[in-house]
């Protein structure tokens, strides 16, 4: 119970409303921000630089999406992915689309860079730490395949890159070749 409740309470009024808590996005959701982007900078509204690093972070979160349940709820991985989807990404080009397009590449606006450069790197930081996020997701599948990998070898008892796969029958022996005039014999198990 919080103070508004035992405020509430004591002074005989109805207990506050509670604010509703949005609901986190759906992938469609997530889905649907990136199209939005993508159409901010269609069609040579943007620089092919800011085109190119649009296209890296979109195609980046895509792949994180559907393997974003592997970071677990209140990841803050998972959360960054929603955020840039949802606010970081659409933000940085919705506020360089809204300057005028000569003053946003050539008029300095901080510590001498202009504000297509400003976007440039805020898109580079955007990537990256997408690309890192990505690596988390995707090394624990790749860690659980080796893991997998040193279960079979020890299994069935063979060291991990050797090739070899033991069925539990005796080992095939290559045919001697044979001698003139006579069959090949067929590979089999030997006694």
């Given at each position: 119970?919080?103070?508004?409740?035992?405020f509430?309470r004591?002074?005989?009024?109805?207990?506050?409303?509670?604010?509703?808590?949005?609901?986190?996005?759906?992938?469609?959701?997530?889905?649907?921000?990136?199209?939005?982007?993508?159409?901010?900078?269609?069609?040579?509204?943007?620089?092919?630089?800011?085109?190119?690093?649009?296209?890296?972070?979109?195609?980046?979160?895509?792949?994180?999406?559907?393997?974003?349940?592997?970071?677990?709820?209140g990841?803050?991985?998972?959360?960054?992915?929603?955020?840039?989807?949802t606010?970081?990404?659409?933000?940085?080009?919705?506020?360089y689309?809204?300057?005028?397009?000569?003053?946003?590449?050539s008029?300095?606006?901080?510590?001498?860079?202009?504000?297509?450069?400003?976007?440039?790197?805020?898109?580079?930081?955007?990537?990256?730490?997408?690309?890192?996020?990505?690596d988390?997701?995707?090394?624990?599948?790749?860690?659980?395949?080796?893991?997998?990998?040193?279960?079979?070898?020890?299994?069935?008892?063979?060291?991990?890159?050797?090739?070899?796969?033991?069925?539990?029958?005796?080992?095939?022996?290559?045919?001697?070749?044979?001698?003139?005039?006579?069959?090949?014999?067929?590979?089999?198990?030997?006694?």
């Amino acid at each position: 119970m919080g103070v508004g409740d035992l405020f509430a309470r004591l002074t005989g009024r109805a207990e506050p409303e509670r604010a509703a808590v949005p609901s986190a996005p759906t992938a469609d959701d997530l889905e649907a921000a990136l199209v939005r982007v993508e159409a901010m900078v269609a069609g040579g509204a943007v620089p092919a630089p800011v085109a190119s690093r649009v296209a890296r972070v979109v195609r980046v979160v895509r792949d994180t999406v559907p393997r974003l349940d592997r970071l677990g709820a209140g990841s803050q991985d998972a959360y960054d992915v929603m955020a840039t989807a949802t606010r970081y990404l659409p933000e940085a080009v919705g506020a360089y689309l809204r300057l005028p397009r000569e003053w946003a590449n050539s008029r300095p606006v901080d510590n001498g860079r202009s504000s297509l450069l400003v976007l440039v790197d805020q898109l580079d930081l955007l990537g990256r730490t997408m690309d890192q996020v990505l690596d988390a997701v995707t090394r624990a599948d790749a860690v659980a395949l080796v893991a997998h990998g040193r279960f079979l070898a020890e299994k069935f008892g063979h060291p991990e890159g050797s090739g070899a796969l033991s069925l539990g029958a005796a080992p095939l022996v290559p045919p001697a070749p044979a001698g003139p005039g006579q069959p090949t014999p067929l590979p089999g198990p030997t006694s």
